[in-house]
Nanobody, 115 residues
């Protein structure tokens, strides 16, 4: 089993920045894709950004130019640097990793952006 733990959430004013981290532990074989997703009440979970083991990245339109995803393979950790935050970025952010094709999710970290 693989466990994911997110950290770095909190409350920030509009225009501010936050850095999220997600570390994997447990019986890890080979994590390929790492990603961040977010969800607000009453809405489906949506993609924010993903990064492959070779560091190919993919961003949702809302994240392009403001967020940067990165990873540290040696630490089995993925990061999300968020800037120019907007109130509409308020959500629970979840990390997801695929180990040998099997998906694992963290429990989420709350990001609140105040106007």
């Amino acid at each position: 089993q693989v466990q994911l733990v997110e950290s770095g959430g909190g409350t920030v004013q509009a225009g501010g920045s936050l850095r999220l981290s997600c570390a994997a532990s447990g019986r890890i074989f080979s994590i390929n894709v790492m990603g961040w997703y977010r969800q607000t009440p009453g809405k489906q979970r949506e993609l924010v950004a993903t990064i492959s083991r070779r560091e190919y990245t993919n961003y949702a339109g809302s994240a392009k130019g403001r967020f940067t995803i990165s990873r540290d393979n040696a630490k089995n950790t993925v990061y999300l640097q968020m800037g120019s935050l907007k109130p509409e970025d308020t959500a629970v952010y979840y990390c997801k990793m695929e180990d040998y094709g099997r998906p694992y999710w963290g429990k989420g970290t709350l990001v609140t952006v105040s106007s």
